[in-house]
């Protein structure tokens, strides 16, 4: 078991930037892939960010290809994702995920989820 706390959201400018962190508890995060997700106000959540358990290996939604960069530190048990060039369609709550075995884009591939972080991108 593995408890998530996502954090760092907030209100910032287009073309500002935001760290998001996301913090576990329980077991420790090397033994997982971890992913971010984002939800917008009338739409279904979708895949922003995905990293293997070693942080070898790196996935994108492509909409936020070139913008964001996500990594992990297995010492502190956190996954982050650095936003830059933040656009008005940016704006979500954020949510980080675990999963046991190998995941990418896919919500159901994950096992655990934390409760979100809002980040707020004025145009």
């Known amino acids: 078991q593995v408890q998530l706390v996502a954090s760092g959201g907030g209100l910032v400018q287009a073309g500002g930037s935001l760290r998001l962190s996301c913090t576990a508890s329980g077991r420790t995060t090397g033994s997982y892939h971890m992913g971010w997700f984002r939800q917008a106000p009338g739409t279904e959540r979708e895949f922003v960010a995905a990293i293997s358990w070693s942080g070898g290996s790196t996935y994108y939604a492509d909409s936020v290809k070139g913008r964001f960069t996500i990594s992990r530190d297995n010492a502190k048990n956190t996954v982050y994702l650095q936003m830059n060039s933040l656009k008005a369609e940016d704006t979500a709550v954020y949510y980080c995920?675990?999963?046991?075995?190998?995941?990418?884009?896919?919500?159901?591939?994950?096992?655990?989820w934390g409760q979100g972080t809002q980040v707020t991108v004025s145009s």
């Open positions: 995920a675990a999963a046991e075995r190998i995941a990418y884009s896919g919500q159901e591939d994950y096992d655990y």
